[in-house]
């Protein structure tokens, strides 16, 4: 069941506290304390009320064929500036495997043909962007739990990271490569799911061709396109800035509930 307008009121005006807390506060804490931190502590209060009000299995809204946006804009990158991409585009994705290994007991390397051999979900739900539009679409894939089911996680296992093909900056140390990551929580909602499939054809490149994460109940840029591979981990101290993700470690929210 969805949130009814009176929660997503209180949620949202729980978000515009928030930042009044931390605007109200910028003066503060420049003379010693830390603006970031705040922030962060601001995410984690609009996380566990969230959860609080919606509960971990409340699911997104899902529409109908008939409310099927006739233009659905591409987020992020159209086509990846690489290679091994192009690459694998030309041959089809015959060759493309998604790797999924960290804190698993069994590591998985997946074609696509495999993947689309589990029991799939189809879901139409709304793709809301942090610039601002909104488009509905439907969508295909696999659960994200099924795989981590088949992988098996570890002890100690606690978030789920993305690696994708798409470099939106050249850097040295890799810093420059989309990831993003979820929680256990979100990966194993039930609309958590790895999609190959858009408005009943294969996904198209511009849209994260061939594998794509759709976790409903956050804002688009969480959304990863252009799956490599996925990472089971403990803490993401070991990646580039550690908040969790390409936009994240340039200030983004980690958490994008919506």
């Known amino acids: 069941m969805t949130l009814d307008n009176s929660r997503r009121r209180f949620l949202r005006s729980l978000a515009l506290g928030g930042s009044a807390?931390?605007?109200a506060s910028c003066?503060?804490?420049?003379?010693?304390?830390?603006?970031?931190a705040l922030l962060r502590e601001t995410e984690k209060l609009t996380l566990r009320a969230q959860r609080a009000l919606q509960g971990r299995h409340a699911l997104a809204k899902e529409y109908t064929?008939?409310?099927l946006s006739p233009v659905f804009r591409a987020n992020g990158t159209q086509m990846p500036d690489s290679d091994e991409y192009a690459s694998l585009l030309e041959n089809h994705f015959a060759d493309w495997?998604?790797?999924?290994?960290g804190l698993v007991q069994h590591p998985q390397s997946i074609s696509l043909d495999e993947l689309k051999r589990f029991?799939?979900?189809?879901q139409i739900t709304r793709h809301d962007c942090v610039e601002g539009w909104s488009a509905i679409g439907k969508w295909q894939g696999v659960p994200l739990g099924r795989i981590l089911d088949v992988a098996g996680l570890k002890p100690g296992a606690r978030y789920v990271v993305f690696h994708c093909a798409d470099e939106l900056e050249q850097t040295l140390d890799g810093s420059g490569r989309y990831y993003e990551s979820i929680d256990?929580?979100?990966?194993?909602?039930?609309?958590?799911?790895?999609a190959y499939g858009m408005n009943g054809k294969d996904l198209p490149v511009a849209h994260g061709a061939p594998l794509r994460l759709r976790v409903e109940r956050q804002l688009g840029y969480k959304q990863?396109?252009?799956l490599m591979r996925i990472e089971v981990v403990d803490s993401f101290a070991a990646f580039f800035g550690g908040k969790g993700g390409y936009w994240e470690d340039r200030g983004y929210e980690w958490y994008g509930g919506i």
């Open 27 to 36: 003066d503060r804490l420049a003379q010693g304390g830390s603006f970031d």
């Open 119 to 122: 029991a799939s979900r189809t």
């Open 65 to 67: 064929e008939a409310d």
């Open 224 to 226: 990863a396109k252009y």
């Open 184 to 194: 256990l929580v979100d990966a194993y909602h039930p609309q958590t799911i790895l």
């Open 21 to 23: 807390l931390a605007l």
């Open 97 to 101: 495997r998604l790797k999924v290994d």
